[in-house]
């Protein structure tokens, strides 16, 4: 049984009508439907991007279809309801891996796409748009757009961090990069203020692809913006021989958890145990990719964990040399009294997105979540929203629930012109709540 | 028979949901495949798909199997493809109205082409060409709803029911030649044939019942509920007294 939630489970929204697809060859006609449509893949974008209430979600999951990969070029080619989970399993016991990968495996390579995803890697390799190479797009007018970056070029651009709304993505090709094996060169070194991040993250982006780091949240006064940072590459050791690795873990299972779980002195006990959980200041391992990049992944609907009110995943970016942005946060966290429970910390490269309406760019960025409490919530968020704006940043559109029109509209300036690539009957409840069209 | 063992394999009705997920295991095993479905332009998705995940050799038969007088010759293709079969599946079927089948003749005929004479047909074809070949295994999917006729689906159900009985036969028949017949019988499953109904805990989806015939395929056991529990519930399902059972709204 599938839910159309988003991820964060908020706000709540009832689509009209769940069209789920099969086949490329036997695509619906998408002007027969009356109201706006939208894709919906895994449902693992926290906000409202993937939900079209009172609207046609067409499900996705069905496309699920590979239709090339040349194990020598590491060229793939996938319907666009493939998830990435799907891809690792395929190519890394061939010798190849994602090119950009967010930190759940369970997204589609539509959504993807539709989100523009970054990961670990971004200083070196830029956001999962740059290494698409070709794609397809049915508009609602039946139009099929067979686009790369050299043909339709507009279309490709508008699609890439597009939200999903320049038509449905029927499927995509990207470049896969080669690995000796399924391991990580990991190591993992606690620091204890945000200078020391920002100095282990310009020395080790010099020589490590990934990485990231979290951040305690909770600490506050000295220890305000401790963590740990975690970088790594990939090992030359290959796989080893019984290589059958199954990691799809325990569920929460098909009920939330009561809202007093997650609390300021819960949380404060994790993070403490999360800090010093090393003995050493730096641990060095090699370890599975899966354990690298999807430590979550194991609890399959952690999101539950939040109970029935659900969660708000706030995410931005600000210019490098508007870094004091991040302190100012944590501060503005540690006066409000709300409990942030997951903070991740990462300094983006330079490399530009493709995407028009992409949000990674130059700087730094910090993925923080709360429970949603109703309005203090939503307050501290709007405040956080002055900060970034003042300095000079973005949020992330596939973590937001609740930003302002203006805000949005002051993040992303290209949204106009975007409009214009925009197909008539998609849309979505993220695009009618920040945009005067809709 | 052991996964390395399973390396031709024919599947007719391969478009069907859960005889791709059911290929997918066979491809990802390196098998041959060869996959017999009515719309060409699916079968090519299909195929391209399997030959990425891993499939040795994929080849296609494009035709309607409703039409049991080709099917020797779209066997003899299948079983000449790589000079003999080391499993082949039957995993079509249609879920046909009631409401309709109880007034209209023609659509009650079809239901049953579809889902009874063309499926014995190809057993009965089959039987002929595997017996040649011990070790083989002829696996047919079924349905729990054959267990015990129901109200809401009797026809479907008498036609799941005679595949089965058809195929307890067959499989004393070709014990002798050393070769199984296996009929797996799925519970309610999330597949495009089921998207209309309403939804309930009790629904599996196409990937754990496919995987489930593939185990099934190289176990030994004859006859497979999937998921497994559905065995227990159609075993009280089935004790269940006449007079009680016709109160029910099942």
Known sequence: MRNYQSWGRYPKSEPHQIVPLHWLSELQELQRFSRPVLAHGQGRSYGDCCLNNGGILLDTLGLDRFIGFDTQTGILRCEAGVSLDAILRLTVPKGWFLPVTPGTKFVTVGGAIANDVHGKNHHRCGSFGCHVTAMEVLRSNGERVNCTPHRNAALFCATIGGLGLTGLILWAEFQLKPVAGPYIASEQIRFRKLEEFFALSADSDKSYEYTVAWLDCLSSGAKLGRGIFMRGNHSSRPAAPQAERNGNGSAVGGFDAPEMLINHASMRVFNWLYFHRQRRDAVAQVVPYEKFFYPLDVVPGWNRLYGPRGFLQYQFVVPYDRRQAVQEILQVIERSGQVCTLAVLKVFGEIPSPGMLSFPRPGVTLAMDFPMQGRPTLELCERFDEIVRAGGGAVYPAKDARMSPSSYQIFFPSWQEFASFQDPQFSSDFWRRVTPAG | ?250
């Open chain 2, 1 to 250: 028979m052991s996964a390395a063992a399973a390396k031709r394999v024919l599947i007719l009705g391969a478009t069907s949901a859960i005889a791709q997920e059911t290929s997918r295991e066979f491809a990802a095993a390196k098998a041959r495949l060869f996959l017999v479905a009515r719309d060409a332009e699916k079968l090519r998705a299909v195929a391209e798909d399997l030959k990425v995940r891993g499939a040795s050799a994929v080849e296609t038969c494009a035709c309607d199997l409703t039409d049991t007088a080709a099917h020797p010759a779209i066997l003899s293709e299948a079983a000449a493809a790589w000079d003999g079969l080391d499993v082949a599946l039957i995993a079509y079927g249609t879920l046909p109205d009631q409401k309709i089948c109880e007034g209209d003749p023609t659509a009650l005929r079809l239901a049953m082409e579809t889902n009874f004479l063309s499926v014995v047909s190809l057993l009965a074809q089959l039987a002929n060409i595997l017996e040649k070949q011990p070790g083989s295994v002829l696996a047919v999917v079924g349905s729990v709803a054959g267990d015990r006729g129901r109200r809401s689906n009797y026809a479907y159900a008498s036609a799941k029911a005679a595949i089965e009985t058809f195929a307890a036969g067959l499989r004393l028949r070709l014990a002798a030649a050393g070769v199984r017949v296996v009929v797996i019988k799925p519970g309610w499953v999330d597949t495009p044939m089921t998207s209309h109904l309403p939804k309930n805990a009790l629904y599996a989806s196409a990937r754990s019942v496919g995987h489930g015939i593939y185990k099934a395929i190289l176990s030994p056991r004859a006859v497979v509920y999937l998921p497994w529990f559905w065995r227990w519930i159609m075993l009280a399902i089935r004790m269940i007294p006449e007079p009680i059972f016709a109160r029910l709204n099942l």
